[in-house]
């Protein structure tokens, strides 16, 4: 079945430096995978999306690479923040497949150390 | 602010009732997507509405049913209420079905008790 993996343990950085998150997946066969954040109690908001057929996409502070080689992609905040703290889920989609193609892994909490 | 709005914010009901969670997208978006987001399955795919019709369906129980009305606001009735069925609900919108990018309103949280 399909699975989508992110690590479940909180990710811990310290202001300044460079968060990376990843997310892994299985038997699945994405045609775009997109970045959301999400914040205790609040609904998710999206962040970047990237296809297939794109190595890097960047937007300010973010960057997110896409190996469907590897089946992974990764997510970047440079110049960490306290305010960048919160749940980052990752989302893939299959084209033409509307919302029942984009499945959400669990996420991953971020937190930025002042 | 998504332009997403979602009432009621909470809900406490018993096992057994049944609760309307309602849903306005965003103006000029036709899609709504509902969503369930638990601690430990985080957020599922429950069922997807296209300017009015059904377009896909998720792992939506059947005993919870949605509808989408000709003003594209967006009704999820879930009914025969039990423990497991709290949850975040989360309606999301978009312009187009996919890809891109959805907007999602902030949640009805349900509890029963």
Redesign the interface.
């Known amino acids: 079945s399909q699975k989508i993996e992110q690590n479940s343990e909180a990710l811990n950085i310290q202001e300044g430096k460079t968060a990376t998150l990843t997310c892994n997946y299985t038997n699945y066969s994405p045609a775009y995978l997109q970045w959301y954040r999400q914040d205790p109690g609040r609904g998710p908001v999206f962040l970047l999306l990237i296809r297939e057929n794109e190595k890097e996409k960047r937007k300010e502070r973010l960057k997110v690479t896409f190996d469907t080689t590897l089946k992974q992609s990764l997510f970047h905040i440079t110049a960490s923040q306290p305010a960048d703290s919160a749940t980052y889920l990752c989302a893939l989609g299959r084209t033409g497949g509307g919302a029942d193609g984009l499945t959400f892994g669990k996420g991953t909490h971020l937190i930025i150390q002042p | 602010d998504?332009g997403?709005t979602q009432t009621p914010k909470h809900l406490i009901t018993a096992t057994g009732q049944r609760v309307t969670l309602r849903c306005s997208p965003r103006s000029g978006d036709l899609?709504v997507?509902w969503?369930q987001q638990s601690l430990d399955?985080?957020?599922?795919?429950l069922i997807?509405y296209?300017n009015g019709e059904e377009?896909?369906?998720?792992n939506i129980l059947e005993r919870f049913s949605a509808q989408q009305f000709p003003d594209l606001h967006s009704e999820l009735n879930l009914s025969s209420l039990e423990l497991g069925d709290s949850a975040l609900y989360?309606c999301?919108s978009s312009v187009v079905?996919?890809?891109?990018?959805?907007?999602?309103?902030?949640?009805s949280?349900l509890t029963v008790l």
Not at chain 2, 55 to 58: E, L, N, V, Y
Not at chain 2, 97 to 107: A, C, H, K, R
């Open positions: 998504s997403v899609s997507y969503y399955q985080g957020l599922q795919f997807q296209y377009r896909a369906k998720g989360f999301a079905p996919s890809p891109g990018e959805l907007f999602f309103g902030e949640g949280r």
